[in-house]
């Protein structure tokens, strides 16, 4: 995150594009590894909780970014509203 400081909110947008891939090519272990869900106990039921909205119309078709802090050169404090067809908003 070189350039962090300078832009959060594009290091944000590239740090959600990157989860949002990873989810799409079902790597769900490695996305709730970067994402700091509260909803869940444990990365291990994040991660297959991802697995099911990906079979399901949950699927994310756009997001906004609330904000975007920096808290260090390798961590950005990112929240954002996702939207999909099936639900409006989450």
Known sequence: MSNAEADPKKEAEA???HIIDLLANKHFEEAAAL???PKFKT???QAEAYQENESSDEM???YRILSAIVINDHQVDVKIELFNEAVGTQ
């Open 15 to 17: 740090s959600v594009d």
């Open 35 to 37: 994402v700091e869900d």
């Open 43 to 45: 990365k291990k039921e």
């Open 60 to 62: 994310i078709d756009n």
